[in-house]
């Protein structure tokens, strides 16, 4: 599949001009709420006019009040099920397989890094509670699959906002269906991922002797890349990737316990 998602450009909606941004390599896909009113007091009121007034007065915002050079985001998904190109340029990016980089998500102190260099998209709304409607989640599952397949990212690594910085984005309700909609993506990509794995907790995974899979392999192949041999690159968390992961940790003053969790992975900019 390719990206089949429609979107309406930044030519369409009529936004000023800004650009050109630097490309980067996506990671994650990041899901935020714009925290506007609800339905029916929403402010595109669901209509096609409506999204795009929003797109504008959002790029009007975060230029005038934020000072960034164009709209935060990469794309905007409104309460009628209309996605809006955010920053110039990213359309064109993602069908590529890039991102361009953007504002929406800057790392805190332990938090994920790459939200900047990853799409992230704006969902019309408060979502503490409130509940997104059919139309907008339907628009939301097709944009995310269009991204995953596209820059050849996970269905796990779409993550919520406030695993990057300090914020309570995308509301607790949204928040909460990430799961849900990893595996709504999965499914419409023909993908077939444990449910475990798309728990919002990924980010906080432990490897130790035993594991293995993919996340093993890719350990091994960091520890490989910054000279601490972990022996065989196979998958299989044995004694060799312990010794490498201790000798790893030693490094850069870690506690030595052989088990690579989230803040050595974290310094192995595996998370
Ligand atoms: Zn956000």
Same mark, same amino acid.
């Given at each position: 599949?390719?990206?089949?998602?429609?979107?309406?450009?930044?030519?369409?909606?009529?936004?000023?001009p800004s650009g050109p941004f630097s490309r980067?390599?996506?990671?994650?896909?990041?899901?935020?709420?714009?925290?506007?009113?609800?339905?029916?007091?929403?402010?595109?009121?669901?209509?096609?006019? &409506?999204?795009?007034?929003?797109?504008?007065?959002?790029?009007?915002?975060?230029?005038?009040?934020?000072?960034?050079?164009d709209?935060?985001?990469?794309?905007?998904?409104?309460?009628?099920?209309?996605?809006?190109?955010?920053r110039h340029g990213?359309?064109?990016a993602?069908?590529?397989?890039?991102?361009v980089l953007?504002?929406?998500?800057?790392?805190?102190?332990?938090?994920?890094?790459?939200?900047?260099?990853?799409?992230?998209?704006?969902?019309?709304?408060?979502?503490?509670?409130?509940?997104?409607?059919?139309?907008?989640?339907?628009?939301?599952?097709?944009?995310?699959?269009?991204?995953?397949?596209?820059?050849?990212?996970?269905?796990?690594?779409?993550? &919520?906002?406030?695993?990057?910085?300090?914020?309570?984005?995308?509301?607790?309700?949204?928040?909460?269906?990430?799961?849900?909609?990893?595996?709504?993506?999965?499914?419409?990509?023909?993908?077939?991922?444990?449910?475990?794995?798309?728990?919002?907790?990924?980010?906080?995974?432990?490897?130790?002797?035993?594991?293995?899979?993919?996340?093993?392999?890719?350990?091994?192949?960091?520890?490989?890349?910054?000279?601490?041999?972990?022996?065989?690159?196979?998958?299989?968390?044995?004694?060799?990737?312990?010794?490498?992961?201790?000798?790893?940790?030693?490094?850069?003053?870690?506690?030595?316990?052989?088990?690579? &969790?989230?803040?050595?992975?974290?310094?192995?900019?595996?998370?």
């Amino acid at each position: 599949m390719l990206f089949t998602a429609q979107v309406v450009t930044t030519d369409e909606w009529e936004a000023e001009p800004s650009g050109p941004f630097s490309r980067t390599v996506p990671r994650f896909v990041v899901i935020h709420h714009t925290d506007n009113n609800n339905p029916p007091n929403d402010p595109s009121r669901g209509t096609i006019e &409506g999204a795009k007034r929003l797109a504008k007065n959002i790029q009007i915002f975060h230029k005038r009040s934020r000072g960034w050079s164009d709209s935060g985001h990469n794309f905007l998904n409104t309460t009628g099920g209309f996605i809006l190109e955010g920053r110039h340029g990213s359309l064109n990016a993602v069908k590529q397989g890039f991102c361009v980089l953007s504002a929406h998500a800057l790392q805190d102190s332990l938090k994920l890094a790459g939200g900047n260099q990853s799409p992230g998209i704006e969902n019309e709304g408060n979502f503490m509670t409130f509940e997104m409607g059919q139309a907008q989640w339907n628009s939301l599952v097709e944009l995310c699959a269009s991204l995953c397949e596209s820059c050849a990212i996970s269905p796990k690594n779409i993550r &919520g906002h406030r695993e990057f910085s300090n914020t309570d984005c995308p509301g607790d309700w949204l928040f909460k269906q990430l799961p849900r909609l990893r595996k709504a993506v999965a499914d419409k990509l023909e993908m077939h991922i444990d449910l475990h794995e798309l728990e919002n907790n990924v980010a906080g995974q432990t490897l130790k002797v035993g594991s293995t899979g993919p996340e093993v392999i890719k350990l091994q192949k960091r520890l490989s890349e910054r000279n601490f041999n972990p022996g065989p690159i196979d998958g299989l968390f044995g004694d060799g990737t312990r010794s490498a992961v201790i000798l790893f940790q030693r490094s850069v003053g870690l506690e030595e316990d052989g088990i690579a &969790g989230p803040q050595a992975l974290r310094s192995l900019d595996l998370i």
